[in-house]
């Protein structure tokens, strides 16, 4: 059965949901227009209203690999692993994936990736406009005048 997102809170300001631990993520089911069920696959924007980026949790089982290639019209992806190996090919270009590697790919960079080894590859991908950002990290925060409290 397909994971539903728990514990959806929406406040002024804020979305909340639990999509499970990485090792729950191969259990989300994507409805793809085209392709059909895939497993492990689940997409953030609409279920936390994100206006910026894309964002979605992903699993490959090891030998597995996403059944197509594929570029963007204007957006940038960074694939970042969280556990489990595997590989990215870009253009034709193959780059080694473990947990910690962190990849950009340009919006007309066409792309792969499958998961290798013997655990399942579980990763994230922020999606963005490319170009977009126009203040980051300390250049955007605003640091309240309130205390911490808990
Ligand atoms: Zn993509």
Redesign the pocket.
Known sequence: MARQPEHLRIGAHFQAADFGTPAEWAQHVLIHPRLGELSGKVFLKDLLGLTGMEVSLGALPPGASMPFL?A?KQ?E?LYLVVSGEGELQVDGEILPLKAGSALRVAPAGV?CWRALGTEPMTYL?V?AKVGSLEQHTGGDGIVSAVPVRW
């Open positions: 594929h963007h957006n992806e792309r991908v999606q």
